[in-house]
């Protein structure tokens, strides 16, 4: 052996490293590829999981987390769901076929809202359609303050969310309920002035 590339043992210990290096290299490849599956699986499973829940099931930092579902699998939360960032052409077809509807089964609605006796007793009822993509107008009187109720809670049941619903609605008076139905008149007025274009607030 010449000097520079020193003893044997030199040579074998560096060799020794250099596997252990490169086999340690394949474990963390490995463990991160498992991860990134496993994550993605969780999400499709529950796509309203938070983080933190994901990151102790699966025993890693929050920091890898935020990396693997936004920069790897490219997930981003909207409206507490993690949806992919860019809709690919089946989530693309899924939407169409879940809001467009069969005129058929429209106008038998309409004739059922109709027929029921609710336009008879009432007068005027304001129009929306029963397939609507639109929030129906009370929705936007009731989702705020719901939400707001909500938020923080975390319900282990469909019928504990249920519960709280039905004990929400129940302790609210008169009074909100009157205050939606006359803000839909300033709604209405700002969507005619804005010629049927999309508002906002």
Not at 104 to 113: G, I, P, S
Not at 187 to 198: M, T, V
Request: aromatic share 8%.
């Amino acid at each position: 052996m010449d000097l520079k590339s020193g003893t044997d043992q030199d040579v074998k210990s560096r060799i020794g490293e250099a596997r252990r290096a490169f086999i340690m290299l394949g474990n963390i490849w490995l463990s991160s590829e498992i991860s990134t599956t496993r994550v993605d699986e969780l999400i499709k499973c529950d796509r309203r999981m938070r983080i933190r829940e994901i990151a102790l099931k699966l025993e890693i930092p929050k920091s890898t987390f935020h990396e693997t579902v936004h920069d790897t699998l490219g997930y981003r939360k909207v409206c507490a769901r993690w949806v992919p960032k860019m809709l690919k052409e089946d989530h693309k077809l899924q939407r169409v076929e879940r809001f467009c509807c069969d005129p058929n089964k429209t106008m038998e609605m309409r004739q059922t809202l109709h027929s029921n006796g609710c336009s008879a007793t009432v007068g005027n009822i304001l129009p929306h359609t029963a397939h609507s993509l639109d929030l129906a107008p009370s929705g936007f009187h009731l989702l705020g303050p719901l939400k707001r109720h909500l938020g923080g809670m975390a319900f282990k049941t469909e019928g504990d969310l249920v519960g709280e619903l039905k004990n929400w609605f129940a302790h609210l008076d008169l009074g909100f309920f009157r205050v939606g139905i006359y803000s839909l008149l300033s709604r209405w007025k700002k969507y005619i002035d804005l010629n049927d274009d999309y508002v906002k607030k």
